[in-house]
Each structure stands twice: as structure tokens, then as C-alpha cells.
């Protein structure tokens, strides 16, 4: 398989940043997912990380930078896992079915940041570059499975399918299930390949 293009990375820093940019973004994680991402502010990411405001805007300049770099820290995880997976798995359809089913958990507990982090921009989700590998992962396994549907087209019908606000959209709207979000993907790949 081709190599994956990574999402961005930085350079290394000091320790002690390195130790403060970890624990801020725990922090936030935290209560993001307790508070909801429109009810915390950045003074309460710092009060809560015990960090003085001048430290955590040094590191992240405005909220958004935060929810990027909870993006992007994320998507680089798995980045690596997918990497890891499709160097030790030869079986294309095997690897499509794993590959959906970590993207669209990373969508899920995701949605809320990747939604506010983007709300300004029409499809920016889609366009976020921790996210646009995504669409090459899946070209290259549906090219390897030789799916009757042009690969670029199939990776790109799943690959909106797994979009916050489209996931947002199903399960809160539409009232569909994770669970059934997770199968209808599941039998449309097999269907495709």
C-alpha cells in the first residue's frame, strides 16, 4: 500500500511545554465531554488545569487552535493505528471494515469538536486536514478489492458518511442508532466490493 499522507505534525518542545500542552489538552478533553464544548470557555480550561491563562493561550491562541489540536492529536493516533494495521494486513475487504468502524468511533466521540471547531466553514469537516487521509485510505482498499464502483467515488461516498454533521444529522434526526449506523456501513461496503 501506498503510504498515507499524515496529518500535521510540529516540532518537538521542551519538556515542560510539552507537559503543559498534554495536560491542557486532557483538560479540555475532559470537559468537553462532561460540559459540552459550547459551555467551556478557555479561562475554565486553564482554572481546571491549575495553569495560569497567559501559559494556555501561549499554547493555543483562541478555542479553535484547542479544538484543532484535539483533532489533530487524535487523528494522529490513528494515523499510526491504521498505518500499523494495514502493514501487517494483507486482506483489503478486512481492512475496510476495520477502518470504518475506528473512523466512525473517532467521528462519534469527536462529532462536538469537530462540529464547533468547524462550524463557520461549509464542509470543513470534510476538508479537515486530519481528516482528508481518510478519503485515501479508503480509495486505495476499495482499488485493492477492484470494486465494480470507481474506488474514488466509493471511498467518497463512505468517507461523507462518516462526517460529524452527517453522523450528528443520523443519530440525533433521524434517529438511527450507532449501532445501526455501524451495520448499514458495514453491509453498503459489502455491497460495494
Known sequence: MNTLTAPPQHKSPRADAARNHALILCTA???????GVGNVTMSAVAEAANIGKGT????????AELL???IDSEAQALHTQTEERLQHHDCAKENLHWFIDQALDFSHRNSAVLCEATHHAPSATLNHPARLWWRDVLTELFTQRQSEVEPAYAATLIFMMLDSHTLYNQLNTMGFSLDSVRANLHTLIDRLV
Open 56 to 63: 494556555l493561550y501561549r499554547h493555543f491562541p483562541d478555542k
Open 68 to 70: 484543532h489540536a484535539l
Open 29 to 35: 478533553r475532559s470537559l468537553f465531554d462532561s460540559l
